[in-house]
């Protein structure tokens, strides 16, 4: 499964077996520094943590970023505890290894890497200080490695040579050269541990990355410091992680409050988000490299913003809303995405995203009630408004949410109808409604028109896309309505096309997909579509109810049956992007942000503050 560990400058991808994949440094989702790390013990021969005679289980300690992997096999439970502070750019891997003999245990404990460092590795060295610790290092940047155990040997490298640190690991004994230099240098350092039977040990490795100016005392010092003020600094995290969440039981629905697991996650699903939000504003989609979603999405950012802000956590979505007031284009819109420093990594056009974005302001605004924000946005927001606008008038074509279509679709049709009346809500607050009136009749045409265009008289439902016409079914369409109320939640032909969504996917697995055709990873069913019928059903019922329409707990049910297929898949609180259709497990992106921000928006007591 593996986890992250991160504050908003470091974050940290660790892998299945407990090794440390990569780290994202000196921002989220960027720069990429592949680390490759590995544990091994040697006892005659080296026995490496992904060898098939451990037994692997990770979970996160429960309300907090500690990510725990344990290993265990006949003799010895290996406990890592991966965590990264709130006040410092470490990793810290707290090592616990436990003896389950009845006697002396002897053997000797490797660290290795083969760290590649920044977007593009050029030539780096790898040196052994006199301070007890490895520092590896390019012109950009240094990382160190260290202990509070002190190193009994080490070795600096070069992955494919004879004097490898992995080869060294291999032998048993490392040569103990203290630089290497190259484009692939690797290192290793060792302890001899002795733990008496029954006993346990427990110490702490530390991996600093910095900027570099070429002189090493820094990171030593820095080293030092966090070594000395350990406990300090975990405590101090630990204390941000509670204060930060906060209680959070006010903000669930009252159906869920009593429910452990519903509360866990949604802590998790939280403190996950608040890991993909970068020091500069940016949130990335995802920490996965495979896909490559490390980038900043308006779409994406604003659910997740939203999320956030109905949780009561309302400093990080402002710091969002800035950055991307900054990157926005001179004719209000944004482009398809971005690198977390703001420079434009893709420029297609996706229209829905500038619509995504003014909504996510004015859940913002709605939910703060602060007039200076929208003050200090203004410029941002009629900039958008009037993009949306023109937009609105021409059903102007783009790419689809999907980012594999171009047209008009009915998903974007209604994330500019919700944009363009987010904006024009939000003009009340800055006394602009008189110089933005044209856009009431805009938003009027667009409630007329699109209901009429976009509708399939033979199929009974709502179409993809126009301009050209697809009439494949796609859970997108949804967007017609939920959250955006371009149509009307209740309006039969809305009805009948999410049933027909529903009736679309037959997986062996059960879940909603994106549409029947999607090969994508497959094509599987994704968390997102899932719980975005399940959310659709759920407002439905509502409505109906206040309707006295009988039919209204029939799709109550249809709801809690999607959102408890949801629930099914959560691991430990990481929502991926996609089931496995047959196999049931995580595919694509894990944890994607958009994932998690659906699940928060699902189980918040009262979602009318979404719905424009």
């Not at 975990?234 to 039981?249: A, F, P, Q, R, T």
């Not at 482009?335 to 974005?357: C, E, F, H, W």
């Not at 997102?528 to 209204?552: F, G, H, M, P, Q």
């Amino acid at each position: 499964m593996g986890g992250i560990v991160g504050n908003n400058s470091l974050l940290v991808k660790i892998g299945d077996y407990g090794e440390i994949s990569y780290i994202f440094y000196p921002h989220v989702g960027y720069e990429t520094h592949f680390f490759d790390s590995a544990l091994a013990i040697y006892d005659k021969k080296a026995k490496w943590h992904w060898d098939n005679d451990w037994d692997i289980s990770q979970k996160y300690i429960e309300e907090t970023n500690i990510f725990k992997t344990i290993l265990e096999d006949d003799k010895i439970i290996l406990t890592i505890k991966d965590f990264v502070p709130v006040s410092h750019n470490v990793l810290i891997r707290r090592l616990h290894i436990k003896n389950k003999l009845d006697k002396k245990l002897n053997f000797k404990l490797f660290f290795y890497e083969s760290l590649r460092i920044g977007e593009n590795p050029t030539k780096n060295t790898v040196r052994f200080l006199e301070d007890g610790c490895i520092v590896k290092y390019d012109e950009k940047y240094i990382f160190c490695i260290g202990s509070d155990k002190k190193i009994d040997s080490f070795q600096c490298g070069n992955r494919y040579s004879k004097n490898s640190a992995y080869v060294d690991i291999e032998n048993g004994i490392l040569m103990e050269h203290k630089e290497s230099y190259g484009l692939m240098t690797d290192s290793a350092i060792s302890w001899n541990i002795e733990i008496d039977e029954k006993r346990s040990l427990a110490f702490n490795i530390y991996i600093l990355p910095q900027k570099f100016d070429g002189d090493f005392s820094i990171i030593t010092e820095q080293l030092k410091i966090i070594m000395d003020n350990n406990e300090h600094i975990e405590n101090l995290s630990m204390n941000y992680w509670k204060n930060v969440i906060g209680d959070i039981k006010r903000c669930i629905h009252p159906e869920f409050r009593s429910n452990k697991e519903i509360y866990s996650i949604a802590k998790r699903a939280l403190m996950t988000l608040l890991m993909l939000c970068d020091k500069d504003g940016g949130i990335i989609a995802a920490p996965s490299l495979h896909p490559d979603y490390r980038y900043v999405w308006g779409r994406d950012g604003a659910y997740i913003a939203i999320a956030l802000d109905l949780f009561g956590i309302r400093g990080i979505p402002d710091r969002f809303f800035e950055f991307m007031s900054k990157i926005q284009n001179d004719d209000g819109s944004w482009l398809q995405n971005y690198y977390v420093n703001g420079k434009p990594r893709l420029t297609a056009m996706q229209i829905d995203q500038i619509g995504s974005m003014l909504w996510a302001m004015d859940v913002h605004y709605r939910l703060s009630g602060d007039r200076k924000f929208v003050k200090r946005y203004w410029n941002t927001i009629e900039k958008a408004g009037n993009y949306l606008n023109l937009a609105a008038l021409n059903f102007t074509p783009c790419f689809d949410l999907w980012e594999e279509k171009f047209g008009v679709f009915a998903y974007t049709m209604g994330a500019i109808y919700a944009g363009l009346k987010c904006a024009y809500s939000m003009s009340k607050a800055v006394d602009k409604r008189d110089k933005v009136k044209h856009w009431e009749k805009t938003i009027e045409f667009l409630k007329y028109e699109a209901s009429k265009r976009f509708y399939l008289k033979d199929e009974e439902r709502f179409a993809k896309s126009i301009n050209p016409l697809n009439k494949e079914i796609d859970t997108s369409i949804l967007g017609l309505s939920y959250p955006f109320n371009l149509i009307d939640v209740d309006d039969e032909r809305m009805i009948k096309t999410a049933e027909a969504i529903e009736k679309a996917f037959k997986y062996k697995v059960g879940g909603i997909g994106r549409y029947p055709g999607d090969i994508y990873f497959g094509g599987n069913p994704w968390i997102i579509t899932t719980l975005w019928l399940s959310l659709y059903y759920r407002r439905l019922s509502k409505v109906l109810k206040e309707k006295n329409d009988d039919r209204a707990d029939r799709y109550l049910q249809k709801s809690k049956k999607l959102f408890d297929w949801v629930m099914k898949y959560s691991f430990n609180g990481l929502f991926p992007e996609q089931i496995h259709k047959e196999l049931g497990i995580p595919m694509s992106a894990m944890p994607l942000g958009w994932s998690n921000a659906m699940f928060l928006i699902y189980i918040y007591e009262n979602d009318d503050i979404i719905i424009p």
